[in-house]
């Protein structure tokens, strides 16, 4: 059996908890490996590598760490089929989606190629007579990533590229459902020149998770998950005296108005709420319908589905995978099973048709939800696409301002007073007017409001550099020895 380890220290260090977790191939439902989960003792070993790798690593010179992590995008670079198939193997997505993640990822590497102008303080001369003033920003120390499943390499790319090249050291902690890659993204990051011991994967559970928020050598954690777990993270993290910031679970709303392009709102729908199975925190998950355009937005979206291949994601051709998990896959279909008892329209039905092996659900379409249902209150995190029906544009933002999730939202209309109107109302983090899926570039920030994150802070772009140093004032004098007097009063600029 394939054993799946950690990265500590420049090189591969075997568990040896005696704890491990299986690895499935989600498509065919066989287990491809085991993965060794971190005992308190192993991530305290990464931890003191990341501690004892951390003073040289600070004091490396801007241009050293920009050229480490231009090095790592042209490995990444070179390397996106092979960090694709990897992924497809554990998590179960379509090679081309996986692509598409790797690339995403890079993105975030190449931000942080700019890191010499990124990381830039402020001057003021002569703040008061012969004073100047100035601000650096600082690395933080030993800093760790917790991340989900669904996006294996490029949440950690997200944390990790700028984590490093402010100047910390990283321990990241991946989802034990598909670990491998980031063992592979160790390998390409020691290649790249970074020093041992700034990067270190430790594979585990709630155990190494634990043990993170406690440790007293981690200063900061960036999580990434379901809301549940982020909120915990988030208050036992500052709790323990830590920075923290934990995004959480969603529940993305398209509000489709009536004068919309009702077809350009279909392919979009489909493409957001299935893709990737719908195991996106950007997924659309309920269409809001304006009255005028349901009937024949519901009947394009149906037709659509018809047309979407589902099968292995290395096969050619198809365009959705499987579920992560059987249990992922079981309680999908439970939502399914409910949504007529509570009143719903099963419109297309994933329980049917599926391939035998594997976790697979087809996409299923949903009509005439309500607000209540537990299929629309809930995170499915699945290819389950829910229609509610609405009067216009009121009702449409009062029902995504009602909800508890804020992560993304879209308005498809063709008036932009109404998209203007709706950006200025939506109590959302990330909105797109005509854009299904609006995932920041690199050089802005993700992430949600309420729900969906638990901290100030967003991830990646400027708030990924802000979160992972702190900011230090100088005031200086180089006092002309001619003019020195004791002075007791507070010190005053005119
Ligand atoms: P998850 O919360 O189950 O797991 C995330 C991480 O937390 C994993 O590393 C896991 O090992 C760890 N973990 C799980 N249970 C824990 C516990 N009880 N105590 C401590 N640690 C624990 O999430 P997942 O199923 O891997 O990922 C899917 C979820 O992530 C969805 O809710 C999705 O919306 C969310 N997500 C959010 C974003 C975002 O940017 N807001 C992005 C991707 C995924």
Same mark, same amino acid.
């Given at each position: 059996?394939?054993?799946?380890n950690?990265?500590?220290d420049?090189?591969?260090?075997?568990?040896?908890?005696g704890?491990t977790?299986?690895?499935?191939?989600?498509?065919?439902?066989e287990?491809?490996?085991e993965?060794?989960?971190a005992?308190?003792?192993?991530v305290d070993?990464?931890?003191?590598?990341a501690?004892?790798?951390?003073p040289?690593?600070?004091?490396?010179?801007?241009?050293?760490?920009a050229?480490?992590m231009f090095?790592?995008r042209?490995l990444?670079?070179?390397?996106?089929?092979?960090?694709?198939?990897? @992924?497809?193997?554990?998590?179960?997505? +379509?090679l081309s989606?996986?692509?598409?993640? *790797?690339? =995403?990822? /890079? $993105?975030?590497i190449?931000?942080?190629?700019?890191?010499?102008?990124l990381?830039?303080?402020?001057?003021?001369?002569?703040a008061?007579s012969?004073?100047?003033?100035?601000?650096?920003r600082?690395?933080l120390g030993?800093?760790?990533g917790?991340?989900?499943?669904?996006?294996?390499?490029?949440?950690?790319?997200?944390?990790?590229?700028?984590a490093?090249?402010?100047?910390?050291t990283?321990?990241?902690?991946?989802?034990?459902k598909?670990?491998?890659?980031?063992?592979?993204?160790?390998?390409?990051l020691?290649?790249?020149? @970074?020093?041992a011991?700034?990067?270190n +994967?430790?594979?585990?559970?709630?155990?190494? *998770?634990? =043990?993170? /928020? $406690?440790?007293?050598?981690?200063t900061?954690?960036?999580?990434?998950?379901?809301?549940?777990?982020?909120?915990?993270?988030?208050?036992?993290?500052?709790?323990?005296?830590?920075r923290?910031?934990?995004?959480?679970?969603a529940?993305?709303h398209?509000?489709?108005?009536?004068d919309?392009d009702?077809?350009m709102?279909?392919d979009?729908?489909?493409?957001?709420?299935?893709?990737?199975?719908?195991?996106?925190c950007?997924?659309?998950?309920v269409?809001l319908?304006?009255?005028?355009?349901?009937?024949e937005?519901?009947a394009?979206?149906s037709?659509?589905?018809?047309?979407?291949?589902?099968?292995?994601?290395?096969e050619p051709?198809?365009?959705?995978?499987?579920?992560?998990t059987a249990?992922?896959?079981?309680?999908?279909?439970?939502?399914?099973?409910?949504?007529p008892e509570?009143?719903a329209?099963i419109?297309?039905?994933?329980?049917?048709?599926?391939?035998?092996?594997g976790?697979?659900?087809?996409?299923?379409?949903?009509?005439n939800?309500?607000?209540?249902?537990?299929?629309?209150t809930?995170?499915?995190?699945g290819?389950?696409?829910?229609?509610?029906r609405?009067?216009?544009y009121?009702?449409?933002i009062?029902?995504?301002?009602?909800?508890?999730?804020?992560?993304?939202?879209a308005?498809?209309?063709?008036?932009?007073?109404?998209?203007?109107?709706?950006?200025?109302?939506?109590?959302?983090?990330?909105?797109?007017?005509n854009?299904?899926?609006?995932v920041?570039?690199?050089?802005?920030?993700?992430g949600?409001?309420k729900a969906?994150?638990?901290?100030d802070?967003h991830m990646y772009?400027?708030?990924?550099?802000n979160?992972?140093?702190?900011g230090?004032v100088v005031?200086?004098?180089?006092?002309?020895?001619?003019?020195s007097?004791?002075?007791?009063?507070?010190?005053e600029?005119?």
């Amino acid at each position: 059996m394939n054993r799946i380890n950690h990265w500590i220290d420049g090189k591969v260090v075997e568990s040896t908890s005696g704890n491990t977790s299986p690895v499935y191939d989600p498509a065919t439902g066989e287990q491809t490996a085991e993965v060794g989960l971190a005992s308190r003792a192993e991530v305290d070993a990464a931890v003191a590598a990341a501690k004892a790798a951390f003073p040289a690593w600070r004091a490396t010179s801007l241009s050293r760490r920009a050229e480490v992590m231009f090095r790592m995008r042209e490995l990444v670079d070179a390397n996106r089929k092979e960090i694709a198939s990897m @992924l497809t193997a554990e998590h179960g997505k +379509v090679l081309s989606d996986s692509m598409g993640e *790797v690339a =995403r990822g /890079l $993105e975030n590497i190449e931000y942080a190629c700019g890191i010499p102008q990124l990381i830039k303080g402020d001057y003021s001369e002569q703040a008061a007579s012969g004073v100047d003033v100035y601000s650096i920003r600082q690395p933080l120390g030993v800093v760790a990533g917790i991340t989900p499943f669904n996006f294996p390499a490029m949440v950690p790319m997200w944390m990790f590229a700028n984590a490093l090249a402010c100047g910390n050291t990283f321990v990241l902690k991946p989802s034990e459902k598909d670990p491998s890659v980031n063992m592979f993204v160790a390998e390409l990051l020691a290649q790249a020149g @970074l020093p041992a011991g700034c990067f270190n +994967v430790v594979q585990g559970d709630k155990v190494a *998770v634990d =043990r993170i /928020l $406690e440790h007293e050598d981690i200063t900061a954690v960036s999580f990434v998950g379901s809301t549940p777990i982020a909120k915990y993270i988030y208050e036992t993290g500052t709790g323990n005296g830590k920075r923290v910031q934990a995004l959480g679970g969603a529940k993305n709303h398209m509000l489709v108005l009536n004068d919309a392009d009702v077809g350009m709102a279909a392919d979009a729908a489909v493409g957001a709420a299935y893709g990737s199975a719908g195991e996106r925190c950007m997924a659309i998950s309920v269409v809001l319908a304006a009255d005028g355009i349901a009937d024949e937005l519901v009947a394009e979206i149906s037709e659509r589905i018809g047309d979407i291949k589902v099968g292995p994601g290395n096969e050619p051709g198809n365009d959705m995978g499987p579920l992560i998990t059987a249990e992922s896959r079981d309680r999908v279909r439970g939502y399914i099973d409910r949504a007529p008892e509570e009143g719903a329209t099963i419109v297309v039905d994933g329980r049917e048709g599926v391939p035998s092996d594997g976790y697979f659900v087809n996409p299923t379409l949903l009509d005439n939800v309500g607000t209540g249902m537990s299929c629309y209150t809930d995170e499915i995190f699945g290819p389950v696409l829910s229609v509610v029906r609405v009067s216009g544009y009121q009702q449409g933002i009062d029902v995504i301002n009602a909800n508890p999730y804020a992560n993304g939202t879209a308005i498809f209309t063709r008036d932009g007073g109404a998209a203007r109107q709706f950006q200025f109302d939506v109590q959302v983090g990330m909105v797109g007017v005509n854009v299904p899926v609006p995932v920041p570039v690199s050089y802005y920030s993700f992430g949600g409001w309420k729900a969906s994150l638990f901290g100030d802070t967003h991830m990646y772009g400027p708030e990924g550099i802000n979160f992972y140093t702190q900011g230090k004032v100088v005031t200086s004098r180089w006092p002309d020895p001619s003019t020195s007097t004791v002075d007791l009063g507070f010190p005053e600029t005119r």
